[in-house]
């Protein structure tokens, strides 16, 4: 089946600080998805990337789809307490099933 | 608009029983895709369905089984539980089936 590999697994920082995550994967694919999921909740999508070399911003966060299709990394700037949560990246092969990485788990120390 | 929606929100069943779970897609999409979340995991996919039709199955067992109505909600089952399909169950829907997903809350499943 599909590997992805999620890294790092946790991450604890001082508010204010940049975060840096990444994800790669075994095959290529064509999207690339990021989500935060918050304790009890669902997965929600932060920012999607569809074509390599792609560079996405959503407010503080920016994404980039890897030129070799097979990566993406996530960056958070200027960390906030409600930045706290889990991380996941995610993608779509062409026989529509998703797969989810491992998840970072991202803690903010105020 | 309303988001996805899930229910019921938490439910306890004993080994051998049956479950159903309910999502309604936000209004326009007609995809819905389901997912089991381990404690600790990232979410597994289990199936997509797209006008009605399966079109996605991830590596599931036979016992979990999926509908969507006509109005796109869709059901998900799960037959002879096991203590191992405890988890959150999240449902997702898309406006087509390639398009990106939206998650519900989920329902969390326990079985004793």
């Known amino acids: 089946g599909q590997q992805l590999n999620q890294s790092p697994q946790s991450m604890f920082i001082q508010e204010g600080e940049d975060v840096s995550m990444n994800c790669t994967s075994s095959s290529i694919f064509n999207t690339w998805l990021w989500y935060k999921q918050d304790p009890g909740e669902g997965p929600v999508l932060l920012i999607a990337l569809y074509k390599a070399g792609e560079l996405t911003s959503n407010g503080r966060l920016t994404a980039q789809f890897g030129i070799t299709r097979k990566d993406s990394f996530l960056n958070i700037s200027a960390s906030i307490p409600s930045d706290v949560g889990i991380y996941f990246c995610a993608l779509v092969n062409t026989g529509n099933q998703f797969y989810f990485g491992t998840g970072t788990s991202l803690t903010v120390i105020p | 608009d309303a988001g996805v929606t899930q229910s019921p929100t938490h439910l306890i069943k004993t080994r051998g029983q049956h479950v159903t779970l309910r999502c309604s897609p936000i209004?326009?999409?007609?995809?819905v895709s389901w997912y089991q979340q381990v404690l600790g995991q990232g979410p597994q996919f289990i199936f997509q369905y797209y006008e009605k039709e399966e079109r996605g199955r991830g590596n599931f067992p036979d016992r979990f089984s999926a509908r969507q109505f006509p109005n796109y909600s869709s059901e998900l089952n799960v037959n002879a539980l096991l203590l191992g399909d405890s988890a959150l169950y999240l449902c997702a829907s898309s406006l087509v089936r390639e398009n990106t997903q939206y998650f519900g809350p989920g329902t969390r499943l326990t079985v004793l």
């Open positions: 209004s326009g999409h007609k995809s």
